[in-house]
C-alpha cells in the first residue's frame, strides 16, 4: 500500500477520479488485485514510478533547453515538396515496434453511421462476440445494447470485458438520468448477467491503471476498434470514429482480447502462461492488402508515444492531428518545433471537452500553439476521434495524447504509410474535421484556474 500513496501523491493522473472509484472496488483491487497478479502489479508500480521520473525531467528539460532556441519569428510554410522519408521511418517502426501485418480497414465517421452495422453483425454472429469497452454506460443506449448482448448469449458465446473505473465515473455522471421507462439506471454489470449466458470480466484498475481499448471482434472474422464506447454520447451526439478490420490484423486483436481476458482473472500471473490464448479460429481467405503497424501502450511499452514523437520530428511537409486532448508536453514541443522548421502543422480540438472540468486546459494549449504558428481548429462541439497525420503516415486508435494514454492505460493504435489509406483517412477525417471547425483567429482569455490545470494536468 506504500505504493498506492505514492502513486495517488505523484504520478496519479486518475486522481479526482477516484472519488468517483467505490472504496469496495479500490480496496479489492489493491488487495486481492496484487495478490492474484503479484508480479505484474509489483513490475507495473516500478515502471509508473520511472515514467514519472523519466517524464518530468525531460518536461523540464524541453521548457529550459528546448523551446527557447525556437526562432522568436514565426517562419512561412515552407515551399519545400519534400515529405517524410517513409521508406526509412518503416525500417525504423519495424525495428522499434516489429514488422507491420496485412489487413483492410473501412472507417466509419459518427454513431449513426456505426453502431447499426454493429448491432447488425452482433445479430449474425455464427459462433462468439468478443466485447472489450472502457465504459459501457447505464444510460439508454446501454441498456438497449445490453438487452442486445443477453438476447444473442443465448445462441453464440459473449464475452465482455469493461473497465470498471471508466464505467463507474459514466455512471456517476448520468447518475440523475432515468431510462425510458422512468425508472432508476441499473448497475450495468448485474443487468448484463441477469438471465444471459454472458461471461463478463471487469478490468483490475490495479495502481489505478485503466483498460481504455474499445473493440469488437466477431466470429474471429472482423473486428470493429477505435474511440467509441457503449453509451448516449457515443451512438447520438459526438463525432467520433470507428474501424472496421479484417485480414490477418483480425489475430492481432485477438490476441490482446486474450491477453487481457486472461489478466483480469483470478490468479492470472500463474493461469496465464497455461492458457492457449490464441484458441478459435479466424479467417485466412484474406490476408488484406495495405500493412498496417500495430502500436500499443502499456504500462511498460509506449510505441504509440515513441512513433509519433519520431514521426513528428521527421515530418517536413504537414502534420494534421485531430484529438481532444493534446496534453503532452514533448508532443506540443515537437508541434511546435516543426512549424519552426516551416511544416504545415494544423491540430482540431473540441470546444466541448468530455471532461468539462478540463476545458481550461485546451485553452491554454491552444495558445501556445498559435504563438509558434500552428494553425488550430476549434471543432463547434465534442469531439472525440483520434487521429494524426505526419506527411501522409497515418496514425490512428484509442489513445489520445495526454500521460494516460501514452505511458499508463491499455491503448492500441494502428499506423500505416499506405498512400491510398492515408489519403482517405486525411480527407474524410482529418480535412474534413477542420472544414466542420472554426479557425482560432485570437488567443483564449485564460483564468488562474486554466492556467494551474496546465501546469498540473500531468497529475491531474
Given at each position: 500500500?506504500?505504493?498506492?500513496?505514492?502513486?495517488?501523491?505523484?504520478?496519479?493522473?486518475?486522481?479526482?477520479?477516484?472519488?468517483?472509484?467505490?472504496?469496495?472496488?479500490?480496496?479489492?483491487?489493491?488487495?486481492?488485485?496484487?495478490?492474484?497478479?503479484?508480479?505484474?502489479?509489483?513490475?507495473?508500480?516500478?515502471?509508473?514510478?520511472?515514467?514519472?521520473?523519466?517524464?518530468?525531467?525531460?518536461?523540464?528539460?524541453?521548457?529550459?533547453?528546448?523551446?527557447?532556441?525556437?526562432?522568436?519569428?514565426?517562419?512561412?510554410?515552407?515551399?519545400?515538396?519534400?515529405?517524410?522519408?517513409?521508406?526509412?521511418?518503416?525500417?525504423?517502426?519495424?525495428?522499434?515496434?516489429?514488422?507491420?501485418?496485412?489487413?483492410?480497414?473501412?472507417?466509419?465517421?459518427?454513431?449513426?453511421?456505426?453502431?447499426?452495422?454493429?448491432?447488425?453483425?452482433?445479430?449474425?454472429?455464427?459462433?462468439?462476440?468478443?466485447?472489450?469497452?472502457?465504459?459501457?454506460?447505464?444510460?439508454?443506449?446501454?441498456i438497449y445494447f445490453a438487452d442486445l448482448l443477453r438476447r444473442k448469449s443465448k445462441t453464440v458465446q459473449i464475452k465482455v470485458i469493461a473497465d470498471l473505473l471508466g464505467s463507474v465515473n459514466a455512471w456517476e455522471n448520468s447518475k440523475n438520468k432515468e431510462n425510458s421507462?422512468?425508472?432508476?439506471?441499473?448497475?450495468?454489470?448485474?443487468?448484463?448477467?441477469?438471465?444471459?449466458?454472458?461471461?463478463?470480466?471487469?478490468?483490475?484498475?490495479?495502481?489505478?491503471?485503466?483498460?481504455?481499448?474499445?473493440?469488437?471482434?466477431?466470429?474471429?472474422?472482423?473486428?470493429?476498434?477505435?474511440?467509441?464506447?457503449?453509451?448516449?454520447?457515443?451512438?447520438?451526439?459526438?463525432?467520433?470514429?470507428?474501424?472496421?478490420?479484417?485480414?490477418?490484423?483480425?489475430?492481432?486483436?485477438?490476441?490482446?482480447?486474450?491477453?487481457?481476458?486472461?489478466?483480469?482473472?483470478?490468479?492470472?500471473?500463474?493461469?496465464?502462461?497455461?492458457?492457449?490464448?490464441?484458441?478459435?479460429?479466424?479467417?485466412?481467405?484474406?490476408?488484406?492488402?495495405?500493412?498496417?503497424?500495430?502500436?500499443?501502450?502499456?504500462?511498460?511499452?509506449?510505441?504509440?508515444?515513441?512513433?509519433?514523437?519520431?514521426?513528428?520530428?521527421?515530418?517536413?511537409?504537414?502534420?494534421?492531428?485531430?484529438?481532444?486532448?493534446?496534453?503532452?508536453?514533448?508532443?506540443?514541443?515537437?508541434?511546435?518545433?516543426?512549424?519552426?522548421?516551416?511544416?504545415?502543422?494544423?491540430?482540431?480540438?473540441?470546444?466541448?471537452?468530455?471532461?468539462?472540468?478540463?476545458?481550461?486546459?485546451?485553452?491554454?494549449?491552444?495558445?501556445?500553439?498559435?504563438?509558434?504558428?500552428?494553425?488550430?481548429?476549434?471543432?463547434?462541439?465534442?469531439?472525440?476521434?483520434?487521429?494524426?497525420?505526419?506527411?501522409?503516415?497515418?496514425?490512428?486508435?484509442?489513445?489520445?495524447?495526454?500521460?494516460?494514454?501514452?505511458?499508463?492505460?491499455?491503448?492500441?493504435?494502428?499506423?500505416?504509410?499506405?498512400?491510398?489509406?492515408?489519403?482517405?483517412?486525411?480527407?474524410?477525417?482529418?480535412?474534413?474535421?477542420?472544414?466542420?471547425?472554426?479557425?482560432?483567429?485570437?488567443?483564449?482569455?485564460?483564468?488562474?484556474?486554466?492556467?494551474?490545470?496546465?501546469?498540473?494536468?500531468?497529475?491531474?
Open positions: 500500500m506504500l505504493g498506492l500513496l505514492f502513486f495517488c501523491l505523484t504520478s496519479c493522473s486518475l486522481a479526482p477520479r477516484i472519488i468517483t472509484y467505490d472504496a469496495a472496488s479500490l480496496a479489492e483491487d489493491h488487495t486481492i488485485g496484487i495478490a492474484s497478479n503479484p508480479f505484474t502489479s509489483m513490475g507495473m508500480l516500478l515502471s509508473r514510478i520511472k515514467i514519472f521520473t523519466t517524464e518530468t525531467l525531460w518536461r523540464t528539460h524541453i521548457k529550459l533547453f528546448c523551446y527557447p532556441f525556437l526562432q522568436s519569428e514565426i517562419p512561412p510554410i515552407s515551399n519545400n515538396r519534400s515529405y517524410l522519408d517513409k521508406e526509412k521511418f518503416n525500417r525504423w517502426l519495424d525495428k522499434k515496434i516489429g514488422n507491420p501485418v496485412k489487413g483492410n480497414i473501412r472507417i466509419f465517421i459518427s454513431g449513426n453511421n456505426f453502431f447499426p452495422i454493429l448491432e447488425e453483425n452482433i445479430l449474425n454472429a455464427e459462433k462468439y462476440v468478443n466485447l472489450s469497452t472502457y465504459i459501457f454506460d447505464n444510460d439508454q443506449y446501454g421507462e422512468n425508472q432508476k439506471s441499473p448497475d450495468i454489470f448485474l443487468y448484463l448477467m441477469e438471465n444471459s449466458k454472458i461471461k463478463l470480466r471487469k478490468s483490475r484498475n490495479i495502481w489505478l491503471t485503466s483498460d481504455h481499448i474499445k473493440m469488437i471482434i466477431i466470429d474471429g472474422k472482423k473486428v470493429f476498434f477505435g474511440g467509441m464506447n457503449i453509451g448516449n454520447e457515443y451512438r447520438y451526439d459526438w463525432r467520433d470514429m470507428m474501424f472496421e478490420v479484417k485480414g490477418d490484423l483480425t489475430m492481432e486483436f485477438k490476441k490482446i482480447f486474450y491477453h487481457a481476458w486472461y489478466k483480469h482473472s483470478l490468479f492470472s500471473d500463474f493461469l496465464y502462461f497455461f492458457q492457449n490464448t490464441l484458441k478459435g479460429g479466424i479467417n485466412k481467405d484474406l490476408a488484406g492488402s495495405t500493412e498496417f503497424h500495430v502500436l500499443k501502450t502499456t504500462t511498460y511499452k509506449h510505441e504509440i508515444y515513441n512513433a509519433q514523437l519520431e514521426a513528428a520530428r521527421r515530418a517536413k511537409h504537414h502534420i494534421y492531428v485531430e484529438n481532444p486532448y493534446l496534453w503532452n508536453e514533448a508532443f506540443l514541443y515537437e508541434l511546435c518545433a516543426a512549424r519552426n522548421r516551416g511544416v504545415d502543422v494544423r491540430v482540431t480540438i473540441p470546444g466541448k471537452l468530455d471532461a468539462k472540468n478540463f476545458s481550461g486546459i485546451n485553452k491554454r494549449v491552444a495558445n501556445i500553439l498559435m504563438s509558434y504558428g500552428v494553425r488550430v481548429f476549434i471543432y463547434p462541439g465534442t469531439s472525440h476521434i483520434k487521429a494524426a497525420s505526419f506527411d501522409g503516415w497515418v496514425c490512428f486508435g484509442t489513445a489520445n495524447y495526454d500521460d494516460l494514454s501514452l505511458h499508463k492505460n491499455r491503448e492500441v493504435d494502428l499506423a500505416t504509410s499506405d498512400s491510398q489509406f492515408s489519403k482517405k483517412l486525411e480527407q474524410q477525417v482529418l480535412l474534413e474535421g477542420q472544414n466542420l471547425s472554426s479557425e482560432l483567429r485570437e488567443p483564449y482569455q485564460i483564468e488562474v484556474s486554466d492556467w494551474l490545470k496546465y501546469k498540473f494536468k500531468n497529475y491531474l
